[in-house]
């Protein structure tokens, strides 16, 4: 129906809009390139469907971006003839946040500006972003494939309501008006525009057009011209050379594929030729997102096929330990017309994802094995945000489980404090004389693993242990059992053997102990039938009276905790 109706922003919105108007107003200029990199988006996503129905470029097949500003009217427009909106997508586009965490992100809103602020960052801002600036947007959508009669208007102050409506609307696509606030005037001038575009959209690999100004001797003024110049260098950044690109045009993009706010740890872009040719540009982001533990949450790559974008969330681009990574993927061999189905099945893309999973690799191993700080400290950020989420390569990715393992970094009794940084090469080049195993823990928490008795016998002989406190880490051990030839062993299960960590006196000694004791001990067997499997005499102790171990071959007290709490 035509009738213009007033409706309600989801109270998500509401929240956002506030905290952000004020939180990123030093930080305004980005409002643009979030509108350009939607307007991005509309035609990447209009492209995709034209794949299978042309009809839906009309006479007009060339995508642009068009900026333009009116001082009269004290506007900013931003255009683009991509796939539009129809009027139930732009209310529940406009009007609501889908994004996944979005509630996690809420919950941790503190009311302290300077740190929402840069949460808010990482959540992402996007459209509303419009309203640091403006205090009321106008946008005229259209979608590909409908009437002129079927334009949408989409109003609002940005406070508790919008309105929509139908209108009549020449093309397709969308046009987004920016009211500007009182004193945003200077935003009002093409040489201001067109150095916000150089800055923070140049990547975009569409044409971003603005009307050509130019000097008349005679009226002794700038005039606007018809004429429309190209403001950016409108090709894909993927595919320019890597010595044509700067820190910046990286940083840039990133932002613009990720939705992150934040400049990213590192990247990796790649030509790969042979039998599968594609360009790969990825990138490992500096913060965790709110959802990384949401294992059914789809990947960060975006897949182009010869430059045409095929999809978002192309999870099977990459395994998914490694879900952190965003970035773009663009094959040369891939049919337009791949479906997710079909890249389940596809063999370029087993090849694909083989490849980028080792050049993600390789770039965390380059992080993790370099010499200047600056990249250390990078990897100490990366195993702080996503060491976690890594460790799940371990049992997942058979072929790279040896890689994998060098990356992983431990808590240990060689250190003062709770950081994970002892790499499992660390622990084997400092190990004692005579030790062949690598011994670890398992606690709940750091305080549990450094006071846990079982580790009295080897603090005695100075052997580290590596203290594993994280969740997935008992699952991990049972698909890394050695490294380098040397056997991971809990010091909590079965007759620890010190091997040749014990000298001959004392295993004398401790023979002579165990069959002095040895009626005692079977008195407590008897006495504890029905609650212990074995009593044993244990040298492991310095200061504890006894303790309790788990079976060689049985599950250890945390994994069985584990099970318990998450009601197996
Ligand atoms: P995001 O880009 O992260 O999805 P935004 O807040 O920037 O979030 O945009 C919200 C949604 O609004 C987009 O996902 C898209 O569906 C829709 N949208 C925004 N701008 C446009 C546009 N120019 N053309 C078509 N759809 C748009
Ligand atoms: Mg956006």
């Not at 371990?394 to 393992?405: C, F, M, P, S, V």
């Not at 014990?502 to 295993?507: F, G, I, L």
Request: proline share 2%.
């Amino acid at each position: 129906d035509n009738d213009k109706q007033t409706l309600g922003f989801q109270a998500e919105v509401k929240q956002l809009l506030q905290l952000m108007i004020h939180s990123l107003y030093s930080n305004k200029e980005i409002f643009l390139r979030e509108l350009i990199s939607n307007a991005s988006d509309a035609s990447d996503k209009l492209r995709f469907e034209a794949i299978n129905n042309d009809a839906l470029y009309g006479n007009d097949h060339e995508l642009k971006i068009k900026v333009s500003f009116d001082k009269a009217a004290r506007t900013i427009t931003i255009s683009d003839n991509g796939i539009g909106m129809s009027r139930d997508e732009a209310i529940s586009h406009l009007g609501t946040i889908a994004k996944s965490g979005t509630k996690e992100f809420f919950g941790k809103l503190s009311g302290d500006q300077q740190q929402d602020a840069a949460l808010i960052g990482q959540f992402g801002v996007g459209f509303y972003s419009g309203f640091i600036v403006a205090d009321k947007i106008t946008v005229e959508t259209r979608r590909a494939g409908a009437d002129a009669a079927e334009g949408v208007r989409w109003e609002s102050a940005g406070e508790g309501d919008y309105s929509v409506e139908q209108i009549e609307k020449t093309g397709r696509g969308t046009d987004i008006i920016l009211h500007l606030r009182e004193g945003e005037d200077e935003l009002l001038s093409s040489w201001k525009i067109k150095s916000i575009i150089r800055k923070y959209s140049d990547h975009i690999s569409l044409p971003i057009v603005m009307a050509k100004e130019e000097w008349d001797e005679e009226k002794k003024e700038t005039v606007v011209k018809d004429e429309l110049e190209t403001i950016n260098q409108a090709s894909a950044l993927w595919a320019r050379n890597k010595s044509d690109i700067t820190p910046e045009q990286y940083e840039e993009f990133y932002k613009h594929v990720s939705h992150d706010f934040q400049a990213p740890l590192t990247h990796t872009h790649n030509r790969v030729e042979g039998r599968s040719e594609y360009t790969q540009l990825l990138y490992i982001p500096a913060k965790a997102p709110f959802d990384l533990w949401d294992r059914n949450k789809r990947g960060g790559i975006k897949l182009y096929v010869k430059r045409v974008f095929i999809m978002d969330d192309a999870e099977q681009l990459m395994p998914a330990y490694l879900r952190m990574v965003k970035g773009v993927i663009d094959s040369a061999d891939l049919p337009l017309n791949v479906s997710r189905e079909i890249l389940q099945e596809s063999r370029d893309v087993k090849v694909i994802r083989d490849g980028s999973t080792k050049r993600v690799i390789g770039m965390l191993e380059e992080l993790a094995n370099a010499d200047e700080q600056e990249k250390k400290d990078k990897y100490v950020t990366f195993w702080k945000e996503f060491g976690q989420v890594l460790k799940e390569g371990i049992g997942e990715d058979a072929t790279n489980k040896d890689r994998l393992a060098k990356l992983l970094r431990f808590a240990s009794t060689a250190n003062e404090n709770d950081e994970q940084s002892v790499s499992l090469e660390q622990y084997v080049a400092r190990q004692k004389e005579g030790q062949d195993k690598i011994y670890y823990v398992t606690a709940d928490n750091y305080v549990a693993a450094k006071n846990s008795p079982h580790l009295e016998i080897f603090r005695k002989k100075g052997v580290e242990v590596l203290l594993l406190t994280d969740r997935v880490d008992e699952w991990m051990l049972s698909f890394l059992t050695e490294f380098e030839g040397k056997e991971l062993v809990s010091v909590a299960k079965g007759g620890l053997d010190l091997g040749a960590l014990e000298d001959e006196a004392e295993k004398k000694e401790h023979e002579e102990t165990e069959t002095s004791y040895k009626d005692l001990v079977g008195k407590m067997k008897e006495a504890l039938s029905d609650k212990a499997k074995d009593v044993r005499v244990t040298f492991r102790l310095t200061d504890s009276p006894a303790c309790l171990v788990a079976d060689e071959h049985e599950l250890s007290g945390n994994l069985l905790r584990m099970l318990k709490a998450a009601g197996q």
